[in-house]
């Protein structure tokens, strides 16, 4: 077993429509939870970076962390064609020395114009 | 501001030589940690440095290996190269327990 999850897609949703990108994880230790947005043969570039349960909200965008389930989310509201990238979550652990980021095998989104 | 860049963008090698990527780290970072992406897939960590010292890595066999510098510059340097290395190299760089930014990677197609 993986030890985060995410459902690769390939994702297609009309311009405007409200994305739900979801990741689950095994690892209890994993304290801190990232999104990155990667473009095509580009690096990744990070979203929302959230450590407690809850909501995290910026802008279009909302992080969603449920530590009771390992599940993390991420919303995108108002969804705009240059929204159209691979969408990875990350995790890390609080540990010194053991902080590598462990990801997702990422979400391919698709809007629609 | 600069964020981290990373050169060369493109690299064709054949297999059985070695290669050597280089990294400079946001300004401000003083942690950087290489990640090796295969086509479809998420960033698999290699290892990452701090303080000059290897303090971490990841499931790679030792033909991968790094370097850091007194200015937290870093190199990946991986020997006898197989045409499985073919992927998509990243550095990220962070300073204590804050995001990692990643440079846009080098590309690295083994022939």
């Known amino acids: 077993q993986k030890e985060v999850e995410q459902d690769p897609g390939p994702l297609s949703v009309p311009e405007g429509a409200i994305v739900s990108l979801n990741c689950t994880y095994s690892?209890?230790?994993?304290?801190?939870f990232m999104w990155y947005r990667q473009y095509s043969r580009k690096g990744p570039e990070l979203l929302m970076y959230?450590?407690?349960?809850g909501n995290k909200e910026d802008g279009r965008f909302t992080a969603q962390v449920d530590k009771s389930s390992k599940y993390i989310s991420l919303f995108i509201r108002d969804s705009q064609p240059s929204d159209s990238a691979t969408y990875l979550c990350?995790?890390?652990?609080?540990?010194?020395?053991?902080?590598?980021?462990?990801f997702g095998t990422g979400t391919r989104l698709t809007i629609i114009p | 501001d600069a964020g981290v860049t990373q050169s060369p963008t493109h690299l064709i090698k054949t297999r059985g030589q070695q290669v050597t990527l280089r990294c400079s780290p946001k300004?401000?970072?003083?942690?950087v940690s290489w990640y090796q992406q295969a086509l479809g897939q998420g960033p698999q960590f290699i290892f990452q440095?701090?303080?000059?010292?290897?303090?971490q890595r990841g499931n790679f066999p030792d033909r991968f290996s790094g370097h850091q510098f007194p200015n937290y510059s870093s190199e990946l340097n991986v020997n006898a190269l197989l045409l499985g290395d073919s992927a998509l190299y990243l550095c990220?760089?962070?300073?204590?327990?804050?995001?990692?930014?990643f440079g846009s990677g080098t590309r690295l197609t083994v022939v």
């Open positions: 690892n209890s230790a994993f304290q801190y």
């Open positions: 990220a760089s962070t300073v204590g327990l804050g995001g990692y930014t």
């Open positions: 959230t450590y407690s349960s």
């Open positions: 990350a995790m890390r652990t609080s540990n010194f020395g053991n902080e590598k980021l462990t």
């Open positions: 440095y701090y303080e000059e010292e290897e303090r």
């Open positions: 300004s401000g970072h003083d942690t």
